[in-house]
Structures are given as C-alpha cells and as structure tokens.
C-alpha cells in the first residue's frame, strides 16, 4: 500500500508541474523503477544458475570424473553451499544427480554394447563390479545382466 501511496503521490505532484518537467519526473521514476527490477542479487543468482546448468551437463557427459567436492571446487563454493544451490536450482542433490546420471550411462552401455558388467562397471567409475550391481539393481529393479536380457531384440532404449 505504500508503494500505491507513493506512486499516486508523484503523479499528483506531477499534474501541478509543467508538461515538460512531469515528464522528466516519470521518466526518472520509471527508469529507477526498472532498475530495481534488475538489481545485482537478481544478475548474480541468474548467473550463478547458469553456471550451475552448465556444470550439470558437463556431469551428465561424464559422471564418472565428478565428485560433489570437485563440483563445489569447480564453482568455487564449500561442499555445503553449492548442495544448497544446486537442489534449489534442480530440485535434486548433486550426489541424486550424479548417481542418474551413471544409471543413465550404464543402461545406454547395456543396451547398446556387448561389454561386460565388469567393463560397463569400471566405465561407470565403479572400482567393485558388485558396488555397481547393487548400486544397479537399487535404482532399476533388475540386476544389470537381467536388465541386458530383458532388452535383447529391442532397439536401444533411451537412457532415463
């Protein structure tokens, strides 16, 4: 209500002013009016998000080379400040992320190949092929040769 007050305030003042320094008036009042809209936090938190996204596909091409300590180190945040960031900004912690990310590489790599669970698995950055299969089986339901299985005859499905 105060801005309401402050907006009839100036118009009021205005209409007893001459044409010309009314418009002077109006102008400058909505060009600080603008300004406001685009006021430095607002640049920074796009840019930021930006930097987010970009980060992200970088992660979603090779989730096996990231961590969430060298994603802070690489926006330079502290481990805590971008997981904050990054889960308002995506809706998902950077570790959640991660994991889809390999689950996605896996699946496209089961169904598209004929490499080995252990292969697939080292490929994924996992050092313990059952660290892969259990991590597999967590989030798809099947382990990843009844995954393989399932899919054969089928084209290569698109990685989720």
């Given amino acids: 209500m105060a801005k309401m007050s402050a907006k009839k305030e100036l118009l009021e003042r205005a209409s007893l002013m001459d044409e010309e320094s009314a418009a002077l008036v109006l102008s400058y009042a909505k060009s600080l009016a603008a300004s406001k809209k685009d006021s430095p936090q607002k640049k ?49 912690s950077p570790d959640q992320e991660k994991r ?6 896996a699946r496209l790599l089961l169904s598209s190949t004929e490499k080995t669970v252990q292969q697939i698995a080292a490929e994924c950055g996992y050092n313990e092929c059952e660290n892969f299969i259990r991590a597999f089986r967590k989030s798809n339901g099947l382990s990843p040769l009844q995954f393989r299985k399932a899919g054969q005859g089928l084209e290569a499905r698109p990685a989720i």
């Fill in 44 to 92: 920074r938190r796009t840019d930021v998000q930006g930097r987010l996204a970009a980060l992200r596909e970088q992660v979603q091409k090779n989730p096996e080379l990231w961590t969430v300590d060298s994603m802070a180190e690489k926006m330079s945040l502290t481990r805590s400040r971008f997981s904050v960031l990054y889960k308002k900004t995506f809706g998902a």
């Fill in 100 to 105: 889809a990310f390999l689950n996605q590489k």
